[in-house]
């Protein structure tokens, strides 16, 4: 069945606190796995599911992300003239058609809810896509390509989800939902980082969304939620309250929590050894490292 989800919202407004003092001056977004910014994997991604609109909400101290979409003339040029092909080909990635890109402004940072709702007035009467940049997933089938096609069966709003370990619960969305065949779940209930040991299910929301239009008025409507924070969760929540379906999607493939520092690490390893460029030297640095480390003990 043809896609009709072709916009995605970024939110890229966050503090990024956990990355301090580094955010000072970087954006989270802009910081980079093996090579590439965080950034370039959501873009990456969100092209192999069909988007064509990027719809970012920044913040202020963000103008490195909107300055790397920029094409650079001055670079191309130079690597041209000095036959830098590969490279040219590299940056192309990196080059968005006018048009195609939008910044919208957060101008406090009072939520993933509220970052969501900046951008309103660009989704339009379809259902769009949600991309929070700091989860990275690696696998065969792009994450977001998985849900675009299995919401083209369910339709309602769909929530990546992975399992979690109990103590981890309260960091999360966690979704109350039902197997209903294959990756899909059909979700009774969810609630933003329950207190510990109140989770209804080990099975939490992470940084990918199709969401139908719905869930913006509801934005407009609800209050803030956990943390003081317009939460996107207790807008998707009203779906179910008012008898609307929402589907969680359990993806295929390995997520990495870049917006931690232990996961930015373990996805910056991942990834290395995954290079064919890099792989075998990587490692054999960390076969190393550990066998001094045992030696040591
Ligand atoms: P996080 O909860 O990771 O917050 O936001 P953060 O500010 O980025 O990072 P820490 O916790 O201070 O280290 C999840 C996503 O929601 C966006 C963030 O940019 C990130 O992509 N967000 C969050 C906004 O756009 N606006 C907000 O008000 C809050």
Not at 58 to 78: H, M, N, Q, V
Request: charged share 25%; hydrophobic share 40%; with cysteine.
């Amino acid at each position: 069945m043809k896609s009709r989800i072709t916009k995605a919202i970024f939110p890229v407004a966050g503090l990024g606190t956990r990355f301090l003092p580094a955010t000072k001056a970087i954006p989270k977004e802009i910081m980079t796995l093996v090579d590439r910014p965080l950034i370039q994997y959501a873009i990456d991604e969100a092209r192999a599911a069909g988007i064509k609109e990027f719809i970012f909400v920044t913040s202020r101290g963000k103008s490195a992300l909107e300055d790397y979409f920029d094409i650079a003339p001055e670079l191309e040029t130079s690597l041209r003239q000095s036959g830098k092909h590969e490279l040219l080909e590299t940056l192309k990635s990196t080059n968005m058609e006018s048009g195609a890109i939008a910044y919208i402004r957060q101008h406090k940072a009072l939520g993933l809810g509220h970052a969501v709702w900046c951008a309103r007035r660009l989704v339009g009467n379809e259902p769009f896509a949600v991309m929070l940049p700091d989860d990275v997933i690696a696998g065969d089938k792009p994450c977001l390509q998985q849900m675009v096609e299995a919401h083209a069966e369910t339709g309602g709003c769909m929530v990546a989800a992975m399992e979690v370990p109990a103590s981890r619960t309260s960091a999360y969305g966690i979704l109350d939902s039902q197997d209903i065949g294959g990756r899909v779940v059909k979700v009774q209930g969810m609630v933003e980082k329950p207190a510990p040991g109140t989770a209804p299910s080990n099975l939490a929301v992470i940084g990918r969304y199709i969401l139908t239009p719905k869930i913006l008025r509801n934005l407009g409507q609800i209050d803030s939620g956990a943390g003081g924070e317009l939460q996107l969760t207790d807008a998707i929540a009203r779906e179910l309250t008012e008898g609307r379906d929402v589907f969680g999607y359990r993806f295929e493939g390995q997520r990495f929590d870049c917006g931690s520092k232990a996961g930015f690490l373990q996805a910056t390893v991942a990834f290395g050894l995954a290079r064919p460029d890099l792989g075998a030297e990587l490692s054999q640095y960390l076969s190393d490292v550990m066998s001094a480390r045992r030696a040591a003990e």
